[in-house]
């Protein structure tokens, strides 16, 4: 099986301030990655495909890096509606599916 | 634009079996090369990948819920489902449904349902 990891757990921050955030997979995955947004109570929201590519209609703070087995998303000026749990996601077709990582939760610091 | 619904029943028994369907508008179950999936969240938690079927009907299980898990196609209805058996309360959460596109060689979800609690409990 694939693992996802992420660091931090948590991370606390300020409006404009900038996040990192890792991800990494127990073995290469190329560039099939992807980050998500989730809010409480709603659907996680796509941000970043294929490791890099942001999904159209998010805001160009968002950006995302790495192949093989170590990824990062940053968010660049980090601005009230960002403070969201985010979730990193394999996405080839292996057949141990789609896994997520355990999620990273961005507070007010 | 595709949207997707959760639907079925918000309690379910211990050792009972959790059944659950996802109807699906404004695109084909079967018709397009998507994978259409099943993710579920326990409260406080993380996301946790279920399983998938691919618009030809193939599919692929979390290893941990391989042995109690069924994801299945009803083109009759555009619909998929999702069955769960012998739960506990630890199968307590909410799942969501969600369409699968293929993007340079991955497959990303950019069309998820609103999801629906299930708790397991007598």
């Known amino acids: 099986d694939i693992q996802m990891t992420q660091s931090p757990s948590s991370v606390s921050a300020s409006v404009g301030d900038r996040v990192t955030i890792t991800c990494r997979a127990t073995?290469?995955?190329?560039?099939?990655l992807a980050w998500y947004q989730q809010k409480p109570g709603k659907a996680p929201k796509l941000l970043i495909y294929?490791?890099?590519s942001l999904q159209s209609g998010v805001p160009s703070r968002f950006s995302g890096s790495g192949s093989g087995t170590d990824f990062t998303l940053t968010i660049n000026s980090l601005q009230p509606e960002d403070f969201a749990t985010y979730y990193c996601?394999?996405?080839?077709?292996?057949?141990?599916?789609?896994?997520f990582g355990p999620g990273t939760k961005v507070v007010v610091k | 634009q595709v949207q997707l619904q959760e639907s079925g029943p918000g309690l379910v028994k211990p050792s009972q079996t959790l059944s659950l369907t996802c109807n699906v508008s404004?695109?084909?179950?079967?018709?397009?090369?998507?994978?259409w999936s099943w993710i579920r969240q326990p409260a406080g938690k993380g996301l946790e990948w279920i399983g998938r079927?691919?618009?030809?009907?193939?599919?692929n299980y979390n290893p941990s819920l391989k042995s109690r898990v069924n994801i299945f196609i009803d083109t009759s209805k555009n619909q998929f489902a999702l069955k769960l058996t012998a739960v506990t309360a630890a199968d307590t959460a909410v799942y969501y449904c969600?369409?699968?596109?293929?993007?340079?060689?991955?497959?990303?979800?950019?069309?998820w349902g609103q999801g629906t609690l299930v708790t397991v409990s007598s």
């Open positions: 079927i691919h618009s030809s009907g193939t599919t």
């Open positions: 996601q394999q996405a080839s077709t292996f057949p141990w599916g789609f896994t």
């Open positions: 294929a490791a890099s």
């Open positions: 404004g695109g084909s179950v079967s018709g397009d090369n998507h994978y």
């Open positions: 073995q290469g995955i190329g560039t099939w």
């Open positions: 969600a369409r699968y596109g293929a993007h340079a060689g991955g497959w990303y979800s950019d069309n």
